[in-house]
């Protein structure tokens, strides 16, 4: 079993920035792809970034291009989202999720709220 926890969130004012964590309880972590998504009030989830197993090949929506960065250390099962010029529209709840494969994520975490005020 996977167990996914992340942190970080809170309230910050446009343009800036907060730096999401997530951890995982799993000793084969190098052995999952993991993704970032979000999901905002009335809106459907979207991925936000993806990282692969190395933590060469990563994945960012166009609407986070240039604003955020996902890195990972195997060493310590650990991912990370770095967030700048953070925009009202960037308000929801991000959710850590892993999986075996690119694009099929098995295990989420719970999340955490990040609401940016104009």
């Known amino acids: 079993q996977v167990q996914l926890v992340e942190s970080g969130g809170g309230l910050v004012q446009a343009g800036g920035s907060l730096r999401l964590p997530c951890v995982a309880s799993?000793?084969?972590?190098?052995?999952?792809?993991i993704a970032w998504f979000r999901q905002a009030l009335g809106k459907e989830r979207e991925i936000v970034a993806g990282?692969?197993?190395?933590?060469?090949?990563?994945y960012y929506a166009d609407s986070v291009k240039r604003r955020f960065a996902i890195s990972r250390d195997n060493t310590i099962n650990m991912v990370y989202l770095q967030m700048n010029s953070l925009k009202p529209d960037d308000t929801a709840l991000y959710c850590c999720?892993?999986?075996?494969?690119?694009?099929?994520?098995?295990?989420w975490g719970q999340g955490t709220q990040v609401t940016v005020s104009s």
């Open positions: 990282i692969g197993r190395l933590g060469i090949s990563r």
């Open positions: 799993v000793p084969t972590f190098r052995g999952f792809t």
């Open positions: 999720a892993a999986g075996s494969n690119v694009g099929v994520y098995t295990y």
